[in-house]
């Protein structure tokens, strides 16, 4: 066959292959490090010196929270081998529901520091313990449920009898056409949450006594009063 008569291949020539180009540092994406961290509880109105007197590490306690990790960093915080220039102080915070843990935290580190350096005991701990609150919010239509009229708590504690009057009543409530107009206040709160105080537990942990936290919340501590103490 003459090659000027010969079929032509329709498809396109390949592409050369692609060049990978190598991932350097900077095309790694830059981890933000979060900015939310556990601070003083505002409502305890704690002198603002506290903070650049004393070097105050706080950590929040949940339900989920595992123990011996915040009971090791409350050690590494205490420990005379991370003293510096400012004295150390520990603070755990937990709202009402966890404060049996945090209790339970804050003893197996008052033991350990008790155990001193060594294990040979002699070490000494101070306690400080303040109860403040934090606002929490909760939306309106939650409460309304559980106090309306036909809510989850209806049925509870009825007689026999009193079944059948309040199913006669229902049936002539469901009969009315009209709508029930809203009361001022209620007018006003419609659409808002509940806002409620609820209750934090605060316990401060140190080496060495707090003055400032001690007039105001009084003192724990397993360093056993001197004559000079006792006179005070």
């Known amino acids: 066959m003459p090659a ?18 190598k991932r350097t540092d900077s095309d790694s994406p830059v981890p933000v490090p979060s900015s ?3 601070c003083l509880d505002v409502s305890l109105r704690l002198p ?33 081998a991370a003293d510096g220039v400012k004295t150390r102080l520990s603070v755990l915070r937990a709202r009402a529901p966890d404060a049996g843990k945090l209790v339970s ?6 033991r350990e520091l008790a155990v001193g350096e060594g294990g040979g005991g002699g070490g000494r701990w101070y306690q400080y313990v303040a109860l403040g609150e934090e606002k929490q919010e909760r939306a309106r239509d939650e409460v309304v449920e ?24 229902e049936e002539e409530e469901e009969d009315d056409d009209f709508e029930v107009m809203k009361t001022p206040l209620e007018r006003a709160i419609e659409g808002k949450p509940l806002v409620r105080a609820v209750p934090v537990l605060n316990l401060f942990l140190a080496r060495v006594s707090v003055e400032e936290l001690k007039k105001r919340y009084g003192e724990q501590t397993n360093d056993p009063p001197t004559s000079e103490n006792k006179r005070k």
């Open 4 to 21: 000027h008569l010969a079929t032509r291949d329709p498809r396109p020539p390949p592409s050369p292959p692609a060049t990978k180009r």
């Open 36 to 38: 939310k961290k556990p």
């Open 48 to 80: 603002s010196s506290l903070e650049t007197k004393y070097d105050i590490q706080v950590q929040s306690v949940l339900s989920s929270s595992k123990m011996q990790q915040r009971v090791s960093a409350v050690l590494r915080h205490l420990s005379p």
């Open 105 to 110: 935290i804050a003893e197996i580190a008052k």
């Open 146 to 169: 559980e106090t309306v009229l036909g809510g989850p708590n209806k049925a509870r504690g009825r007689s026999s009898r009193g079944d059948k009057v309040e199913e006669e009543e």
